[in-house]
């Protein structure tokens, strides 16, 4: 589908909105007096050559204290139906499931038996009122390459340090997938210097989980995101609380934790649309997957948080121990899932979707070592085993993608950092915040202390916004995108820098925006 004509869907869809009806059924939501119970509204993710998941949730009341949604108490049944056309004239695929209070009133339709690399558009009714329709598209059939991918990826939103208009100006870019790489939520009580206030105090129950998540989906720009396109998303650390490490860590072992953790995993299954692997059995969750697109690119998405070891310690430390050759920051499991992920992949790129800082960045430009423990870095070993794992299989070109950071970075990836002579082994792309720590400020790279002792971070801009891939056979072109403001509503976008990762060429090279794609 042109990237014109999904701009043109988002358009006609976030203005017709629940309005938009399944054929035969026009005007119904007008007569009915009923509460809308789609405020939430709708999603897809984890798209497969033949299918994807389809999402939503419903709440004719959101923002109900209890964090039931005003649901009520028994099964509500949902109608769905996929289309072929944006039009909805060709419908190829209709059910009914039923939304169960346990789970807040949320539906995953696990959808199979499509046609590989095309745009489908979908559309959920209960009673008499019909959700707004929502664009999603599988994945390439195995061995096949299809068009360049456009590739959105993002990161923490924070709802009371800004708007969400980075996610509206995703949207707008006509992605064909986007990557969340966590931070969906945040667990902080209400503050009073947000330009936004959290709804109650820090999460701790389901009730309270819920309703944050609620709270976050009332946004309209954020439902036009995942109306837009299929999401692939994964968590850091706020959708339980900050820095959270594994079970039986120093962390763990404070009083309600355990039931915490149980409470937060079932609210964010419950609010992404994830399979029913990841459906969460007790106080675990599997978050970790791969989804190919085809032979282009394989997506491995990675879980830095669950299986951790106990960081060493919090923030920035000198000379702090944290280089125990057993020490993890993803798990033995994972990890070893991740390695044979590389020596069976036949993909152009491997792509790697998680959380933290992959990269060194050595804080102290003297001869002492300072860097940030809950990232990578605080796990150096781990992050040997996996760089070494991708070169031992292999692997013809890998890009790991990052979030958390709050700002925008290009880094080389080395096996040694330390040693200057050290090849290129990789790329890293680190995305912005959509709008956590307000406005930000449109940094000059060079004067950033970081870049005096690290000659492998390329870039870094301190605004906010998302990150841009088109990933095509020969090369991907990174867009680091930016919004000059977020404390008010409805900034233009634009793009602050263009990276260019050639095949087989490790390493990020900076070209001018306005130049080719690559």
Not at 393 to 403: C, D, E, P, S, Y
Request: glycine share 10%.
């Amino acid at each position: 589908m042109p990237v014109s004509t999904r701009r043109s869907f988002l358009t006609a869809a976030s203005a017709a909105g629940a309005a938009v009806g399944l054929p035969g059924t026009a005007g119904a939501s007008a007569r009915h007096t009923a509460p809308d119970p789609f405020t939430l509204g709708v999603a897809s993710g984890d798209p497969s050559p033949d299918g994807f998941v389809l999402w939503t949730r419903l709440a004719p009341t959101p923002l109900a204290a209890d964090g039931k949604g005003g649901a009520g108490d028994r099964p509500v049944q949902v109608e769905w139906r996929i289309y072929g056309d944006e039009k909805r004239a060709a419908e190829v695929r209709r059910g009914v499931v039923d939304a169960y209070p346990a789970w807040a009133h949320s539906v995953h339709v696990e959808v199979s038996g499509l046609q590989p690399n095309r745009d489908y558009w979908y559309q959920f009714k209960s009673g008499a009122h019909l959700s707004p329709v929502g664009r999603t598209r599988t994945a390439p059939a195995p061995g096949e390459t299809g068009a360049p991918l456009l590739v959105g990826v993002a990161s923490c939103a924070h709802y009371e340090e800004g708007y969400f208009t980075g996610y509206r100006r995703l949207a707008e870019e006509g992605p064909d997938l986007v990557l969340h790489l966590g931070d969906y939520i945040y667990e902080h009580p209400r503050t009073t210097h947000g330009v936004r206030r959290h709804l109650g105090g820090e999460t701790w129950t389901l009730a309270e989980y819920r309703l944050r998540y609620a709270q976050y989906r009332t946004d309209p720009d954020l439902r036009a995101a995942h109306a837009a396109a299929p999401w692939a998303v994964v968590w850091d650390d706020h959708e339980l609380e900050n820095n959270w490490a594994g079970a039986g860590q120093r962390w763990y072992s404070r009083p309600g934790i355990a039931e915490r953790r149980e409470d937060a995993f079932q609210a964010y299954y419950e609010n992404m649309p994830l399979r029913s692997s990841s459906v969460p059995r007790g106080p675990d969750l599997r978050l970790y997957r791969r989804l190919p697109w085809g032979e282009l690119v394989c997506f491995h998405l990675i879980d830095t948080r669950q299986y951790r070891d106990d960081q060493t310690c919090f923030g920035d430390a000198v000379h702090c121990v944290g280089d125990d050759p057993a020490r993890t920051i993803i798990g033995r499991e994972q990890e070893r899932w991740l390695l044979d992920g590389f020596r069976t992949s036949r993909a152009r790129w491997d792509i790697i979707g998680q959380q933290v800082f992959f990269s060194q960045r050595d804080r102290d430009p003297g001869p002492r070592r300072k860097v940030r423990r809950d990232a990578w870095d605080g796990y150096p070993a781990s992050r040997l085993r996996v760089a070494r794992g991708w070169i031992e299989a292999g692997v013809r070109n890998t890009i790991v993608l990052t979030g958390d950071a709050h700002s925008h970075w290009a880094s080389d990836i080395r096996l040694d950092y330390d040693d200057p002579d050290s090849p290129v082994i990789g790329s890293e792309v680190v995305t912005t915040s959509i709008s956590s720590g307000g406005d930000g400020a449109d940094n000059v790279p060079s004067v950033h202390p970081l870049f005096w002792d690290n000659p492998h971070l390329k870039f870094y801009n301190g605004q906010r916004g998302y990150a841009m891939l088109r990933i095509a056979p020969d090369a991907v072109t990174v867009d680091y995108k930016v919004l000059p403001y977020v404390t008010t509503a409805g900034a233009p976008v634009h793009t602050r820098a263009r990276f260019v990762i050639k095949d087989r060429v490790p390493g990020m090279r900076e070209v001018p925006v306005g130049g080719p794609l690559r």
